[in-house]
């Protein structure tokens, strides 16, 4: 054998080697073609699959958000229908105390009106007798006109009475605007809340500048006033001493400060600044609903666009300062 | 002395592959004659013939192997369709093979009958048995039902590493071989004794994705109720008409609900709407669909590689054997040589090493922990002496 032939035999078995590891390699790559073309379609379905679901499970995340927001909007619309049935609770009260209060000088009347129409008649009976002395016509007369200024007066405050209890009760339901003197405004609450102050020993007084009138919502300072009033009453004096509550209003640059203040027991400092919090109360069991301060809160920075705010001492008692811009008024 | 050789050829004739392996062989062996061999083949040789021309060269050897769905060596990196085998010689480390057979019937007395005849060879005593290298049939019996087995004879401190036989992705029948003998249904095993250092590595790469769901009815690898639907619907939930296949196994949550483990599927029933699994799953726990990708996969052998010599116990290993999934051959698709690649970039491209792609993987998480069964992983096992 040449050495070339030797060669040439070396090649072929090469090739032919070569030429089955081909053929298999070509085989197996159709084979693989397929199962690739299998796996990426799964691959596919998959990933389209799992982000169908992660939308899915999106859109529900979506719909429960809505629920909530729905829940939360209802629960707002329930806390706003209890701070209203609150406000008609103290309108209720306040019906209740005009009630009381207008009893005494329509009673008075009624005492006097009836003594006088006594007395009249067994006057009509002397003169009719032809009995008529100088001094029994004397007496009547003293009477008769004694009679008719008591019923003048009381009469005259019931009628007051009615005027103010009327002005403070339509503004509280109404919360129309109109200008008034303040201070004199003021006052006129106080009387309305004379029927729940006549049971305690406490001295309400109104003090400061008189001639402050403001263009503004008289039903929110009825409210405001009733609230801090009830609240000390409530909370204020808890042993039943007699307390000092005064209320002072003075103009300020561009603003006008309304200072309220009691000496009763102050507000521990841990609860301080919860007390503007709907349904926040240390009065629960004795009934509060904890809607008063908040309804304060509200009037103030929403109604009167102003602030309010609150110190306070423990035993020595407690300060709401309001302050109000001028330029609203 | 631990010298460890490798053949690889990629001649799809039985003849011309088995001489070329061994004439690789006996080049590097030098003279020094082998106590035990792995081999790897794919399903299309005549493995008989293949075995008895190895035997005709070393009659005393030792040999465990299977079939494969891939194969990757240090001579020709990643193939399909070739010849590979590890020849190991040493005179401080002893091999000793056995198998058993008719593992579907009773796992348990295959192992035993393994192991029996394994360390009835042994001059050794049974203590100094320092791991166990086995290849069992992945389609016959579940993967999980075997370790348990061989942890039951073997003491669950024992490092198993292996892989299951595979078929070339036709999940028809795979063969495992036993010295001279091809068989299916069995479970063969090699035990090293003496001071052999060892170090493994598994990572997989897969991710769960999708919402988690839990297993309401399964008997030992069969799931037939997820989230109380068949479990057929699951799947199909996620891949439309498509079958489930091993690409897309289940992670299995441990109860911490963090770790989890993976389950690939094999077959399902469609009128029952079941799906059985190569591993075992427990009633009640909590599964999720997996993805895996390509960078993932490629990362994860590289991820697998470091781990086992950070573990190394010695200063460099003399051989590294690798089982990786098929599942990733299958998902890597052309990319599938990378994988190897992506592994070897940590040690010396001379490191005698062999793998093949494997129906399942069997390793301990920690190089000394509990032998586990897994899935979709690749794991590196390094081996060397003092
Ligand atoms: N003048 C005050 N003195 C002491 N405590 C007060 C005073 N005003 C309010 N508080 C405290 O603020 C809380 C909230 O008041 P409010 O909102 O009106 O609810 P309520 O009166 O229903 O308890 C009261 O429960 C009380 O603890
Ligand atoms: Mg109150």
Known sequence: ?329 | MFKVVVGHSNDPDSVEAVAEVLEQCLESLAEITPQAGILFAAVDFEHSLILQEIYAQFPDLELIGGTTDGEISSVLDFQQDSLTLMLFCSDEIEFCAGVGTQASQDSLAAAQAAIKQATSKSKQKISLISLCITLPDGLTSSGVTIIKALKQELGSNLPIVGGLTADGGKYHKTYQFYNQEVLSDSIPIMLFSGDLLISCGVNSGWNPIGKKSTITKAEKNIIYEIDHQPALDFYQHYLGDLSPSIEYPLAVFEPDNKHFYMRAPISHDATQGSITFFGDLLQGAMVQMTEGNCDGILNSAELSMQEALNDYPGTHPDAALFFSCTARRQILSSRAEEEYKFAKKHFNAALPSCGFYTYGEIAPLESHGSTLFHNETFITLLLGTK
Do not use: W
């Open chain 1, 1 to 329: 054998m040449k050495p070339n032939s030797l060669d040439y035999e070396q090649q072929l078995k090469q090739l032919k080697k070569e030429n089955r590891i081909l053929t298999k390699k070509l085989q197996r790559s159709q084979e693989r073609q397929i199962q690739l073309e299998e796996t990426n379609q799964k691959k596919e379905s998959l990933l389209k699959r799992v982000i169908l679901d992660l939308e899915e499970s999106r859109d529900v995340a979506e719909q429960r958000t809505i629920k909530l927001s729905e829940a939360l909007a209802q629960l707002k619309t329930t806390q706003e229908q209890l701070i209203e049935s609150e406000k008609m609770a103290a309108l209720g009260n306040l019906v209740a105390g005009v009630a009381h209060e207008i009893n005494t000088p329509v009673g008075n009347s009624v005492t006097a009106a009836s003594t006088l129409a006594e007395e009249t008649t067994s006057f009509t009976t002397s003169v009719m007798a032809g009995q008529l002395k100088r001094s029994t016509l004397n007496n009547y007369l003293d009477l008769a006109t004694e009679a008719s200024e008591i019923i003048l007066s009381n009469l005259q405050r019931a009628g007051e009475l009615i005027q103010s209890f009327k002005q403070v009760a339509v503004d509280r339901t109404s919360l129309e605007r109109r200008t008034f003197g303040l201070k004199s405004y003021l006052s006129e609450i106080l009387v309305t809340l004379e029927p729940q102050l006549k049971k305690t020993p406490h001295q309400v007084s109104v003090t400061g500048d008189e001639t402050i009138h403001i263009n503004s919502y008289p039903g929110a300072f009825a409210q405001i006033v009733t609230n801090l009033i009830t609240n000390s009453i409530a909370h204020g004096y808890p042993t039943n001493q007699s307390g000092v509550i005064q209320l002072d209003i003075r103009h300020e640059s561009q603003q006008i400060v309304i200072q309220y203040q009691d000496d009763g027991c102050g507000i521990e400092s841990q609860y301080l600044n919860n007390i503007f919090e709907p349904f926040f109360t240390t009065n629960r069991d004795g009934g509060g609903s904890g809607l008063g301060m908040h309804i304060v809160y509200n009037l103030v920075t929403q109604k009167l666009k102003g602030t309010i705010k609150v110190t306070s001492q423990v035993n020595l008692g407690t300060i709401f300062t309001i302050v109000l811009p001028l330029s609203d008024f």
